[in-house]
């Protein structure tokens, strides 16, 4: 990325006021993990340790959820980075939005989920808090 001082800017914009910045910025995240190659700058950043906040937050839009959890789902389909997701207090808010009543935050949520069930240190955690009976439904 020839400018990773932008991603700072980003996640200023995050906990903007302004719930269409926040989308915005959101939706610009998404589109940048989207790209391989940036993953690592972006995970190295300090995006993932401010999505609990974020999705803890009660102004949050529906919009900006979906780009959050469309984010965690890029990123967790590297198993290098699916340490940090699994790590947080993420995993316990994943599972919550399983029960969400917007259906693009429960298959945002079931999307992330499933990518770390994917390791097998994860599924069995997993198994063991009953998500992966969820992720069928």
Not at 12 to 25: G, I, V
Not at 34 to 62: C, K
């Amino acid at each position: 990325m020839m400018f990773p001082s932008c991603v700072n800017l980003v996640l200023r914009f995050l906990k903007s006021d302004n719930p269409s910045t926040t989308e915005a910025a959101a939706g610009l995240l998404r589109n940048i993990w989207s790209v391989n190659m940036y993953r690592d700058i972006l995970a190295e950043s300090g995006v993932i340790e401010e999505i609990p906040w974020l999705l803890h937050q009660s102004f949050l839009t529906i919009g900006v959820k979906e780009q959050i959890l469309c984010t965690l789902c890029n990123l967790s389909i590297d198993k290098n980075h699916r340490h940090k997701i699994a790590h947080l207090d993420l995993l316990q808010l994943l599972i919550k939005l399983l029960d969400d009543e917007e259906i693009k935050a429960k298959e945002s949520s079931g999307g992330v989920l499933t990518n770390l069930s994917l390791s097998p240190c994860y599924y069995s955690i997993m198994v063991e808090v009953g998500v992966i009976p969820k992720l069928r439904l």
